[in-house]
């Protein structure tokens, strides 16, 4: 019975510490991303770029971050975006990623 209990409370704070890395990457996006590109990722009018993340694979999304990050993807405005992933660390590009590749 022992063994259940301490399998279950492991089970429950690996799912608690999964949420909240989810919810992380979801306020930081809140905070950083979503005033140009949209709650969820649909505005392509005005600061946006005209870009809609909306839609976009969680892989396609990291590749452009990855890019943007080494100069190796960007459009006429890439500098905005070069500018916003310089102080990001991989570790939350990939974890933002994933989450706008669920808009
Ligand atoms: C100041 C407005 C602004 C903010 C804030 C901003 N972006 Fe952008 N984003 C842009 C613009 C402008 C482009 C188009 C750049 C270009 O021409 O390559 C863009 C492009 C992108 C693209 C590439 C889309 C494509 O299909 O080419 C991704 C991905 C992206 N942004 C993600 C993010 C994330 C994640 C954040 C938050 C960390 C963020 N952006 C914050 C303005 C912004």
């Given at each position: 019975m022992k063994k259940v209990l301490i399998a279950l409370s492991l089970c429950l704070a690996l799912g608690a510490t999964a949420a909240f890395a989810g919810g992380d990457a979801a306020e930081f996006y809140a905070k950083r991303?979503?005033?140009?590109?949209g709650e969820d990722g649909s505005k392509t009018s005005g600061p946006s770029g005209g870009v809609m993340l909306k839609g976009q694979s969680a892989e396609d999304i990291k590749a452009k971050l990855m890019g943007y990050k080494d100069g190796s993807y960007g459009g006429k405005r890439k500098k905005t975006m070069m500018r916003m992933v310089e102080k990001i660390d991989d570790k939350m590009l990939n974890d933002l990623a994933t989450h706008i590749g669920g808009f």
């Open positions: 991303c979503g005033n140009c590109h």
